[in-house]
């Protein structure tokens, strides 16, 4: 395995580390905090708690279908070309 590759993995899992210890602090303890504390300041509203994730998944589903659907279009052209030769 290569440098490049174990420094590229590690700072994947720093930036994997950084976000879900944030939206930890942001989604389940934030709540439980004075509304006046300034850790506040360095959070977004709660509602994007929600809004955000919920965009992700949907941008991911969105995703995995066009990738789906141009496997299966690229398979329906083979095919029809090799019927096509046949």
Do not use: C, N, Q
């Not at 965009?55 to 299966?72: E, K, P, Q, Y």
Request: aromatic fraction near 14%; charged fraction near 20%; glycine fraction near 4%.
């Amino acid at each position: 395995m290569a440098a490049s590759d174990k420094l590229l993995g590690s700072a994947m899992l720093a930036v994997a580390a950084f976000v879900f210890v944030y939206y930890t602090i942001w989604a389940l303890f934030l709540p439980f905090l004075d509304p006046t504390s300034t850790l506040h300041d360095w959070f977004p509203a709660r509602e994007w708690a929600v809004r955000l994730p919920a965009a992700l998944l949907l941008l991911g589903v969105t995703g995995i279908a066009l990738f789906f659907a141009r496997v299966s279009m690229a398979e329906a052209r083979k095919r029809a070309r090799a019927e096509k030769k046949a």
